[in-house]
Nanobody, 116 residues
Framework: QVQIVESGGGLVQPGGSLRLSCAAS????????MGWYRQAPGKQRELVAH???????SYADSVKGRFTISRDNAKNAVYLQMNSLKAEDSAVYYC??????????WGQGTQVTVSS
């Protein structure tokens, strides 16, 4: 069974940085557009950024200029570099495919908490 594992979250002060990683078993990411999503308490899951197999990227307006999505197809991994973090970035972050229905089974996500 496909399993996605996100890691790298934690508690960080406003203005700080974190780098999230996403890896998977029994699926090869390289052929997919991959996305990072997040879900804050009481809110719907939202797309944060996506990256095509060729490396083209797209970002939600709320994170543009602060977050960078990247991928390493050789390592079958996707990353999200998050800089200048704000309290409103606090959420559980997930990675999954984009433009694929149904999506892959969702992983457990990684918690990001931005607080002083």
């Amino acid at each position: 069974q496909v399993q996605i594992v996100e890691s790298g979250g934690g508690l960080v002060q406003p203005g700080g940085s974190l780098r999230l990683s996403c890896a998977a078993s029994r699926i090869i990411f390289s052929g997919y557009v991959m996305g990072w999503y997040r879900q804050a308490p009481g809110k719907q899951r939202e797309l944060v950024a996506h990256i095509t197999s060729g490396g083209s990227t797209s970002y939600a307006d709320s994170v543009k200029g602060r977050f960078t999505i990247s991928r390493d197809n050789a390592k079958n991994a996707v990353y999200l570099q998050m800089n200048s973090l704000k309290a409103e970035d606090s959420a559980v972050y997930y990675c999954n495919t984009r433009f694929v229905y149904p999506p892959l089974p969702w992983g457990q996500g990684t918690q990001v908490t931005v607080s002083s």
